[in-house]
C-alpha cells in the first residue's frame, strides 16, 4: 500500500509540474531573466527569445559560419547572456565554441533530460521549450572542459583510431598466416613485436625457407630456433600473401600516423605547460605558496598521456 501510495503522490505531482510549465506564468522563480533557448539542427537552428525581446521571438539561422555570427549579434542586440541548447550530433559544436568566443553562457543539455520534464505541448517549438525551462532553471549544465583540453582530446582521440586500426591490421596478418597453416603466433607471443615483424617483412619480400626465417629470432624469445622454423612449415598461397602484404602496407602506415599524432601532443603538451608557466600567481602572496606555484614542471612528456585512457 505504502508503494500505490507513493505512486499516486509521484503521478499527482508530475501532472501538476505539467499543469504548470504549460501555463504562461508557471509560479516558478525566475534563474535567468536574460536566456534564449536553440534548437539544434542539421542545416538550420531555431533560436528563441523572449517575447519582450523582440518582435519576432523565433527565428531561424542556417549553419553557415557567417549565419552563426548573425545568430550571435542577433541574441547580443536582445540582451541575451546566457543559451541552453541540446548536444545533438556534432552540430553543436561549432556553434558552441562561437557563442562561448562571443563571452555567452552557454548550457549544453542533455536531450535525455529535457524529455524527461512534464509538461511539454507538441506544438511548442523545441526551441522556446528549452528557453522555458533554462529560464526558470530547470535544465543541468554538462561539463564542458577547457578550449585546450578538447584540443587534446581531438588528436588523443584520432590518435587511439589508428592504434585501434593498426591493431585489426594485426589481427588480419595472424589470420592470413593461419590460413597458411603458418603457426607462428603460438609460439610468439605478438607478432607485432621485433621477431614476428621480422619474419613477416622477410616473407613478404619472399623469402620462403623456415630456417632462414628462424634466423630472425630475437635472444630474448623463450622458443628456440628449431620451434620457429617448425612452425613457419605452411602452405605459400599467392591470394593469402597478397593480404599479408597489403594488411603489413597499411600497418607501416597507421604507425606513421600514430607517430604524427605524438608530434602533435607533444607540442600541444608543450603550448599548455609554457601557458602555466608564464601566469601570474593568483591572491598568492610572494611567500611559500607563490613559490610553489613557480616552481611547477614546465615541461610534459609523452608518458603523461602515453599510459592514459581519459580521452577516448
Known amino acids: 500500500m505504502p508503494a500505490d501510495k ?12 505539467a499543469r504548470r510549465l504549460q501555463s504562461e506564468d508557471p509560479g516558478l522563480e525566475v534563474i535567468h531573466p536574460h536566456a534564449a533557448g536553440i534548437d539544434v539542427g542539421n542545416s538550420a537552428h ?13 527565428r531561424r539561422f542556417e549553419c553557415f559560419t557567417a549565419d552563426l555570427h548573425r545568430l550571435a549579434d542577433w541574441l547580443q542586440s536582445c540582451g541575451v547572456t546566457t543559451v541552453a541548447m541540446q548536444s545533438t550530433g556534432v552540430y553543436w559544436i561549432p556553434l558552441y565554441e562561437i557563442l562561448e568566443e562571443r563571452g555567452f553562457e552557454v548550457y549544453l543539455v542533455n536531450a535525455r533530460h529535457t524529455k524527461n520534464l512534464p509538461g511539454r505541448k507538441s506544438d511548442v517549438q523545441e526551441s522556446q521549450w528549452l528557453l522555458k525551462l533554462h529560464t526558470y532553471g530547470l535544465l543541468n549544465n554538462s561539463f564542458q572542459p577547457p578550449a585546450e583540453i578538447r584540443a587534446l582530446r581531438t588528436y588523443w582521440r584520432q590518435r587511439g583510431e589508428h592504434v585501434g586500426e593498426a591493431a585489426t591490421c594485426i589481427q588480419r596478418m595472424q589470420k592470413a598466416l593461419t590460413q597458411m597453416n603458418l603457426q607462428l603466433a603460438n ?28 634466423e630472425f629470432r630475437d635472444p630474448r624469445i623463450q622458443a628456440s630456433r628449431e620451434e620457429i622454423a617448425k612452425s613457419l612449415e605452411g602452405t605459400w598461397r599467392p ?39 608564464h601566469q601570474p600567481p593568483q591572491g598568492e602572496s610572494e611567500g611559500k605558496k607563490g613559490k610553489k606555484a613557480r616552481m611547477r614542471p614546465a615541461s610534459i612528456s609523452a608518458a603523461n598521456y602515453g599510459a592514459s585512457r581519459e580521452w577516448t
Open 6 to 17: 507513493k505512486l499516486w503522490r509521484n503521478r499527482k505531482e508530475r501532472k501538476e509540474w
Open 239 to 277: 591470394e593469402l600473401l597478397f593480404v599479408l602484404q597489403q594488411q603489413l602496407e597499411m600497418y607501416d602506415t597507421y604507425q606513421q600516423r600514430i607517430a604524427e599524432c605524438d608530434q602533435q601532443l607533444q607540442k600541444h603538451l608543450a603550448s599548455l605547460a609554457d601557458n602555466v608557466q
Open 187 to 214: 609460439v610468439i607471443s605478438d607478432i607485432s613485436g621485433l621477431t614476428g615483424q621480422a619474419i613477416i617483412r622477410a616473407i613478404v619480400a619472399g623469402e620462403r625457407d623456415p630456417q632462414k626465417l628462424a
Open 46 to 58: 531555431y533560436v528563441a527569445v523572449r517575447p519582450e525581446r523582440d518582435p519576432q521571438p523565433v
